[in-house]
């Protein structure tokens, strides 16, 4: 069974950084693009970004590229996303997700929240 | 960056009664996406490929559309279909999701 654990959220203060995981199981991650896509407390979905299967190549909405960056460690089947300078407009479900051959996502992780505040 | 319009923003529908959403596309698109999300659950894929359902949908529901226009159709309404339904273009970067269109029952 694919399963899509994210941690790392919670309630941090304007201009502060946060990096959220995400582990995954019963599939081989190594193989998978993987993304992270955020839904905001008023329901708007938005994707942030995807990473390829080795880790080689990242794509990121334009207007998050210079403060969110996201990685992967395939020996711990983990994927990361980095947030910095974070903005109360990042409060949000962040949710990982395997993409289908670099394709459409087709597994979502349970999401994780994180709230921007002072 | 392309612009997903899904109209209605909200509807509601009677058990039995043939439901059509709309998602349309600021630019054409090659196939679009769709997500099941029901409240406090995470998105589930719904129809992939503008036509393919995702394993475990239910047949009565279906999607077609080519360039600019996509649906998702319920051919009889069922209560279990509440839900907000987003669709999402995968045809350029940056990738897109709809508003949304919450569909409750009558």
């Known amino acids: 069974e694919v399963q899509l654990v994210e941690s790392g959220g919670g309630l941090v203060q304007p201009g502060a950084s946060l990096k959220l995981s995400c582990v995954a199981s019963?599939?081989?991650?190594?193989?998978?693009?993987m993304s992270w896509v955020r839904q905001t407390p008023g329901k708007t979905m938005e994707w942030i970004g995807d990473i390829k299967y080795d880790g080689s190549y990242t794509n990121y909405a334009p207007s998050l590229k210079n403060r969110f960056t996201i990685s992967r460690d395939n020996a711990k089947s983990t994927l990361y996303l980095q947030m910095s300078n974070v903005r109360s407009e990042d409060t949000a479900t962040y949710y990982c997700?395997?993409?289908?051959?670099?394709?459409?996502?087709?597994?979502w992780g349970q999401g994780v929240m994180v709230t921007v505040s002072s | 960056e392309i612009v997903l319009t899904q109209s209605p923003t909200t509807m509601a529908a009677s058990p039995g009664e043939k439901v059509t959403l709309n998602c349309l596309a600021s630019s054409s698109v090659s196939y679009m996406n769709w997500y099941q999300q029901k409240s406090g659950a995470s998105p589930k894929l719904w129809i992939y490929?503008?036509?393919n359902l995702a394993s475990g949908v239910p047949n009565r529901f279906s999607g077609s559309g080519s360039g600019t226009s996509y649906s998702l159709t319920i051919s009889s309404m069922e209560a279990e279909d509440v839900a907000t339904y987003y669709c999402l273009q995968l045809s350029s970067y940056p990738y897109t999701f709809g508003a949304g269109t919450k569909l409750e029952l009558k």
């Open positions: 019963g599939f081989t991650f190594s193989d998978y693009w």
């Open positions: 490929g503008t036509s």
């Open positions: 997700t395997r993409d289908y051959y670099s394709s459409y996502p087709d597994y």
